[in-house]
T-cell receptor
């Protein structure tokens, strides 16, 4: 089925550990995004990409890095995890920034706990 | 003050009721307005997409935009238990969408 696939679905990290969240889409979308969702805070944009080889900072980029070496993949890295990064992470992709009538397509999320 | 305000709820109504969900915003430059639905432990999915002011209807759902009041609404007619979810509004801001925090809706059978 076409869509956005995120791996892993769950992860527990110790403070200071590093990890990479993987996102893959098969819809040939140019735009890809990484969000975090916390209770009462809604979706907050971490980083985004407007095409292969390009990335940009969003609202809350500190502590995260990203790479988009291939059009279909967008990776989110945590170099030194902190408890404040405990959250649910969503990857999304779209044809345009606003999504138009097709909207953003979201993955099912990665639940990350940092202890 | 957040750019987009949305009551987190929860909003609990009986099955068959008309539901009204709302967002207010402060940036008059917003032109695209969206409603997303998010089921528990899932990613959001687009429900309605509206450009500028006016109404848009899709089955039991109606999206309404009042730019003069900086206020958008989503109405759900004949609500069903399957409509129980969190509803997020979103608006465009040049390079990204600005999201409301979401309203949790519970439809009681």
């Amino acid at each position: 089925n076409a869509g956005v696939t995120q791996t892993p679905k769950f992860r527990v990290l110790k403070t200071g550990q590093s990890m990479t969240l993987l996102c893959a889409q098969d819809m040939n979308h140019e735009y890809m995004y990484w969000y975090r969702q916390d209770p009462g805070m809604g979706l907050r944009l971490i980083h985004y990409s407007v095409g292969e080889g390009t990335t940009a900072k969003g609202e809350v980029p500190d502590g995260y890095n990203v790479s988009r070496l291939k059009k279909q993949n967008f990776l989110l890295g945590l170099e030194s995890a902190a408890p404040s990064q405990t959250s649910v992470y969503f990857c999304a992709s779209s044809y345009s920034i606003t999504g138009d009538n097709y909207g953003y397509t979201f993955g099912s999320g990665t639940r990350l706990t940092v202890v | 003050q957040k750019e987009v305000e949305q009551d987190p709820g929860p909003l609990s109504v009986p099955e068959g009721a008309i539901v009204s969900l709302n967002c207010t915003y402060s940036n008059s430059a917003f032109q695209y307005f969206m409603w997303y639905r998010q089921y528990s432990r899932k990613g959001p999915e687009l429900l309605m997409y509206t450009y500028s002011s006016g109404n848009k209807e899709d089955g039991r759902f109606t999206a309404q935009v009042d730019k003069s009041s900086k206020y958008i609404s989503l109405f759900i007619r004949d609500s069903q238990p399957s409509d129980s979810a969190t509803y997020l509004c979103a608006m465009d801001s040049n390079y990204q969408l600005i999201w409301g925090a979401g309203t949790k809706l519970i439809i009681k059978p």
